[in-house]
């Protein structure tokens, strides 16, 4: 469950009696039998918490191993419903509390299944690509500034056509900039360039997905993707994203077919990492890509 645009989200502690009792975790439970993954999150959580549902998109798939069990998790956005918690109906949590994205919890334990969900819910929703090759150097730091400005947090330093010595200036002047307000900064497909300008991560092109053994080490690394197959690669490398597109026609290739939003859905379904909408991306659009199971957009022109 999200609010305030999406910077907050909902823990509950497990009750007495229960296995891992005390531990905080989302809100939910299991699926009855002839139910589908959208009917049981309703159910559970207008009996757990007492509210209705109105508004809920899939996001994340993922399996974790209890000494206990081993259960698959299926996570959904839930960003509208009706009723208090816990006023029209009682708890079945011992309590519930509101945590900022990106921030470290107040609350503990938490349950280890939930780790990645908990870094994952701190990847903003809108992702910069640059282009200053195509815009010019100076519009598009001025560009950049101004998104930073109206919230932007999330840049991918791409830009690969210059001379080393102007990709590394450019680099750092995009680093330099993104700190002053704190917002995430990744080089395309370069851990040099990376490691120089002291950038937050690497996002890695098809190819270089294609040919990666292991995750580079950085806090933040993602890719490039075009199916479902190398969407689950960036997955077993334990990379922290992906990228997928493109999905409508863009203003390089206004002619070529994208997926589409239901051939983005089909290949995002079952995800177990938050995969971005590319290609003829605006801000307009986030809802809609959410409601296909986007994490959310990265845009070269629409910012």
């Known amino acids: 469950m999200l609010r305030t645009d999406g910077r907050e989200f909902l823990l509950a502690q497990r009750p007495e009696g229960k296995v ?19 009917q049981a999150l309703i159910r559970e959580l207008h009996e757990e918490l007492g509210i209705t549902v109105t508004d809920c998109s899939p996001w994340l798939t993922r399996q974790f191993t209890y000494p206990h069990a081993t259960v698959r998790l299926h996570f959904w956005r839930v960003t509208a419903w009706s009723g208090e918690i816990g006023i029209t109906a009682p708890l079945e949590h011992a309590a519930v509390d509101w ?26 929703t809108t992702m910069a690509i640059t282009m200053g090759e195509i815009e ?10 101004e998104a930073l400005d109206n919230g932007l947090r999330l840049i991918q330093v791409r830009d690969k056509g210059w001379p080393p010595a102007e990709r590394l200036w450019f680099a750092e002047t995009v680093t330099r900039i993104a700190r002053q307000r704190q917002a995430l900064v990744l080089i395309n497909d370069s ?22 053994s292991s995750r580079p ?24 994203y992906a990228l997928l597109g493109p999905v409508l026609p863009t203003a390089t290739h206004p002619a070529a ?22 290609g003829g991306m605006q801000a307009s659009l986030l809802g809609e890509a959410q409601q296909h199971g986007a994490h959310g957009i990265a845009m070269l022109r629409g910012w």
């Open 20 to 38: 891992y009792a005390g531990y905080w975790e989302f809100p939910g439970g299991k699926l009855e039998a002839g139910e589908s993954v959208r």
């Open 99 to 124: 945590l900022e994205c990106g921030k470290t919890a107040h609350v503990a334990p938490i349950l280890p299944a939930n780790d990645p969900i908990l870094k994952a819910l701190a990847l903003p």
């Open 136 to 145: 010019g150097v100076e519009r598009q730091l001025e560009r950049l500034e």
């Open 191 to 212: 851990e040099e360039i990376a490691r120089q300008v002291g950038a937050d991560g690497v996002h890695l092109s098809a190819a270089r997905l294609a040919s990666c």
């Open 217 to 240: 080490d950085f806090a933040w690394v993602g890719a490039s993707c075009h199916s479902a197959a190398e969407i689950a690669r960036a997955g077993e490398l334990g990379l922290d």
């Open 257 to 278: 077919r994208g997926l589409g939003w239901e051939g983005f859905s089909a290949a995002a379904t079952g995800n177990t990492i938050p995969v971005f909408a590319l």
